[in-house]
T-cell receptor
């Protein structure tokens, strides 16, 4: 089954404790991206990657890191989480072909930083 | 960067009526405009998209129109049904070289009253 998976689905942590949210896709997509969703603000892009070893900042990259060592994985790293990073996070992937840009979203990770 | 504004933030319609959601964008280089539907507790899913070389696209009860000159695009849902109740997001994508940044609107909560 073609899918994007994220882990963990729920996470409660404390300020300053480093964490990683994993994202994996099995559709051989070149493009992967991370978004955060907050009430009234929609989805805001954090980072995206056009291919292995190629990453770029989205609209809200501060406080986050990403890496793309393999095509299927795109982890999101919070080196020192703060309460303002409490949010719902979505990973997404798509092909980079000109005809199909549909983004497939993962199930989401709800993060609470105390 | 790109700025996408979406209106209204909430919309209630009677079953069978039409619903229209409008978005404006700021970056004339944006060339791909998807619409996503997000049901409560679920991930966003693509329902329709349009490219900048097309003015209108229709898929059964859903249609999207694009006015490049005015930089606005709209989602039209006809003969609404209770299962259309969800949050709808518009988005604009700018593809240039190796960059592909997707900016979302803030969302519209559509409620279809039976």
């Amino acid at each position: 089954e073609a899918q994007v998976t994220q882990n963990p689905r729920y996470l409660i942590t404390v300020t300053g404790k480093k964490l990683t949210v994993t994202c994996s896709q099995n559709m051989n997509h070149e493009y992967m991206s991370w978004y955060r969703q907050d009430p009234g603000l929609g989805l805001r892009q954090i980072y995206y990657s056009m291919n292995v070893e190629v990453t770029d900042k989205g609209d809200v990259p501060e406080g986050y890191k990403v890496s793309r060592k393999e095509k299927r994985n795109f982890p999101l790293i919070l080196e020192s989480p703060s309460p303002n990073q409490t949010s719902l996070y979505f990973c997404a992937s798509s092909s980079t072909g000109t005809r199909n840009n549909e983004q497939f979203f993962g199930p989401g990770t709800r993060l609470t930083v105390l | 960067g790109e700025n996408v504004e979406q209106h209204p933030s909430t919309l209630s319609v009677q079953e069978g009526d039409s619903a229209v959601i409008k978005c404006t964008y700021s970056d004339s280089a944006s060339n791909y405009f998807p619409w996503y539907k997000q049901e409560l507790g679920k991930r966003p899913q693509l329902i329709i998209d349009i490219r900048s070389n097309v003015g209108e696209k229709k898929d059964q009860r859903i249609a999207v129109t694009l006015n490049k000159t005015a930089k606005h695009f709209s989602l039209h849902i006809t003969e609404t049904q209770p299962e259309d109740s969800a949050v709808y997001f518009c988005a604009a994508m700018r593809s240039s070289g190796s960059a592909r940044q997707l900016t979302f609107g803030s969302g519209t909560q559509l409620t279809v009253l039976p």
